[in-house]
């Protein structure tokens, strides 16, 4: 046995996992790497205020049922809630979506990542998952809880009960604020090298669609042309999974079918942008 | 025991990138050790790699490692696979042993031995000192050696090294090409090494691929094609050049300027007796006016392979 301990290159004995798990490994390492930022965890926390704020409104109504009279807790509370959590939302995907494969091909990441045993796919689930995980803390999570906060304080399921669909409601309408955006913000960040201008183009799709849908409704005088805006698809469909009142005339099917249209073209622009390498034409 | 299959076999394999054909019809088998992958610019070494990495799909033919089609296990392919890119080519916003750790988690590994191997390895590559710093702020020759960290860190079986030296200082480049022939050499890891530095891949490689216009235009061991019978000699004269060289030529003799006015000339054949091609070549400079101002043996390099392969004059 040599007296000198070999530090140069050993071979590897250990084990190896069987491949289709790295989608979880980047994932994981995305989640760690944004929680490492304060301006995010002061996003983070900033997006839960309202969950607290619509606390206290269920306390005191709780508390003092005569405040309800001001302050209704009802499935419109819920909604409400949902849509300002939206807004939140849009900041944390500019945040967190914007760099996730747009700083990879700054960096040219890519072919180190696709030359590791792992599908395009899983590349594109982990870095989906990141910002899905984020949304979902900030959408999905406060509203859950919030009618969990509801059950707590008022001491019985009857809200629930009375309420049957407002579970469902509550999931659907969120989780449509985390998948749709998520896909979106992802296809954009595919197509750049540059986080701030990925954030650019989100920011100017979201206003724009707005704007357009501003001057088409004064120009029609209806609000049927709501499908072109992507908020309006969005008050659409909630207003519906909400059973409320609608505040634009364009049918639901036409708003989701956007809606699905739009992660349709995401997915596709990832196909097609996430590869190893670029090809010239 | 079963024989290991060549790391590399290529069968009939074309590849058209845009509207430009990259490789046209390649067909060779790559022996295990250290195999060197030369041509110019545009040759198609970068491709070939790519194209055995499954990141472009080819036209036609069948690529296999280790007996594995690229088209159909890729992944396990990949799994035994090390790539240094030629291009700097890291995942953002991580320090070194994070980096490489990473990577050898994607391949595989568990966490705590991908993090152990980090270590190692670019204790290895020579960046031990420097491996908790952010890779961003990493000079061109550290970055190529983190490159080739990464590409370590899972132990493959085949490495396939894109321009290794790239941007090295001489001390960084002597140092990578010593790397990579202990791996080629003394771990038993298959090498691939594509560049366009005849020195690197003379030093570090035992058989050459050149490639020229996506076609191979030699391949086999360096020294075999080094060695044909014949001899080479550096000529420098004074006079018209292009006399002697039409002269030379004329009479089936091979030569290639060097630098400013040397030429190596190279003579087939065996001689009859000692000194017989250096009295040649003095009485064709005789016959084309010219004085021989420097006669001197020399012998053949990976260089004169090169171009007598890529058809150089």
């Known amino acids: 046995m040599s007296p000198v301990h070999d530090q140069s290159y050993r071979r590897y004995q250990g ?68 849509e300002l959590q939206g807004l939140f939302a ?8 914007a760099g996730l494969i747009a700083a990879d091909r700054r960096a040219r990441a890519l072919q180190v990542y696709l030359s590791k045993p792992l599908l395009r796919m899983e590349y594109i689930a982990g870095k989906l998952g990141v910002l899905m995980v984020y949304l979902s803390a900030v959408t999905i999570l406060p509203s859950v809880l919030l009618i969990v906060m509801q059950i707590v304080l008022s001491g019985s399921f009857s809200f629930v009960i009375d309420n049957a669909a407002i579970v469902p409601a509550v999931i659907l309408a969120s989780a449509m604020r985390v998948i749709v955006p998520a896909f979106t913000m992802l296809a954009l960040s595919s197509l750049s090298t540059s986080a701030r201008y990925v954030a650019v183009m989100y920011t100017g799709v979201i206003f724009f669609s707005e ?14 042309v709501a499908w072109v805006s992507v908020t309006g698809n969005f008050d659409v469909v909630t207003d519906a999974i909400f059973q409320q009142t609608a505040r634009y005339d364009t049918p639901v099917l036409v708003s989701m079918l956007v809606l699905l249209a739009l992660v349709a073209v995401s997915m596709s622009v990832l196909d097609r942008q996430v590869r190893g390498v670029e090809v010239v034409s | 025991m079963p024989e290991t299959p060549p790391p590399v076999v290529l069968d009939r394999v074309s590849v058209v990138l845009g509207r430009q054909r990259a490789l046209s019809d390649v067909s060779a088998v790559f022996p295990r050790g250290a195999v060197g992958l030369l041509g110019p610019n545009g040759a198609g070494k970068s491709t070939m790699l790519k194209t055995l990495l499954g990141f472009i799909a080819p036209e036609q033919g069948r690529l296999q490692v280790y007996g594995l089609d690229v088209a159909t296990h890729p992944l396990e392919i990949r799994a035994r696979l090390g790539y240094m890119p030629e291009s700097d080519a890291l995942v953002p916003g991580m320090n070194a042993v ?66 290794p030296t790239n941007g090295m200082d001489p001390r960084g480049r002597d140092e990578m090409l010593e790397l990579i022939r202990d791996l080629a050499h003394n771990k038993g890891i298959d090498v ?11 030093y570090t490689c035992d058989v050459v691929v050149v490639l020229d216009k996506g076609a191979i235009a030699a391949l086999g061991p360096i020294d075999t094609l ?11 004269v004074k006079g018209s050049l292009a006399a002697f060289v039409d002269r030379l030529h004329a009479e089936g003799l091979e030569c290639r300027e060097t630098e400013e006015d040397v030429m190596r000339v190279f003579v087939p054949g065996t001689p009859r007796v000692p000194g017989e091609d250096q009295r040649r070549l003095c009485e064709l400079a005789r016959q084309t006016d010219v004085q021989v101002r420097h006669l001197r043996p020399s012998l053949p390099t990976l260089e004169d392979v090169f171009a007598r392969a890529i058809g150089e004059p």
């Open chain 1, 15 to 82: 084990s190896r996992a069987p491949v289709g798990r790295a989608w979880g490994i980047i994932l994981r390492t995305g989640l760690r790497s944004l929680l490492s930022r304060k301006v995010f965890i002061a996003l983070l926390i900033v997006a839960w205020i309202p969950f607290i704020v619509r606390t206290v409104q269920i306390y005191v109504v709780t508390a003092y049922p005569q405040a309800g009279q001001a302050l209704p807790v009802n499935a419109l509370l819920f909604q409400r809630f949902i």
């Open chain 2, 192 to 202: 691939i090494v594509s560049s366009h530095l005849l020195p690197d891949v003379e």
């Open chain 2, 98 to 163: 994070t980096l490489v750790a990473y990577c050898g988690e994607l391949c595989g590994l568990p966490r705590t031995d991908a993090m152990q191997r980090a270590h190692e390895v670019l204790y290895y590559v020579g960046l031990g000192e420097a491996r908790y710093r952010n890779v961003e702020t990493y000079s061109s020759g550290m970055k190529q050696r983190i490159k080739l960290a990464q590409a370590l860190v899972h132990d493959p079986d085949l490495l396939f090294l894109d321009e």
């Open chain 2, 226 to 236: 080094k060695g044909p019978a014949g001899r080479v000699f550096e000529v420098r």
């Open chain 1, 211 to 224: 704007a357009v849908y501003g001057v088409l409704r004064l120009a029609t005088g209806s609000t049927r």
């Open chain 1, 90 to 97: 849009f900041f944390i995907t500019i945040y967190a979506g």
